[in-house]
């Protein structure tokens, strides 16, 4: 059975950096593209970086520059690097494998950037 379980979010200053994990099992990685999303109170979910089996990368614009995505196809794992955090940036942030659509989610996992 196909899990996707991210992990890695808190509570952190503005300014301050996170590590998010995704971690995968029942899911043959490599076959599939990897993406991160979040969703505020009161907003949609939106994508905020994508890495394809190609290893093609994509942001939102509001994050470029700040963050980083990355994959290993070996451990089943994906990750977001959260650099320079701001206010604006905290949601809970969701992993998906394969498409928004059709794909894999996860729970999601908690980010709060406050001073």
């Known amino acids: 059975q196909a899990q996707v379980v991210e992990s890695g979010g808190g509570l952190v200053q503005p300014g301050g950096s996170l590590r998010l994990s995704c971690a995968t099992s029942g899911i043959v990685l490599s076959t599939w593209s990897l993406s991160w999303y979040r969703q505020a109170p009161g907003k949609q979910r939106e994508m905020v970086a994508t890495?394809?089996?190609?290893?093609?990368?994509d942001y939102a614009d509001s994050v470029k520059g700040r963050f980083s995505i990355s994959r290993d196809n070996g451990k089943r794992l994906g990750y977001l690097q959260m650099n320079r955090l701001k206010p604006e940036d905290t949601a809970v942030y969701y992993c998906?494998?394969?498409?928004?659509?059709?794909?894999?989610w996860g729970q999601g996992t908690q980010v709060t950037v406050s001073s």
């Open positions: 998906n494998v394969g498409s928004a659509d059709s794909g894999y």
């Open positions: 890495i394809s089996r190609g290893f093609t990368i």
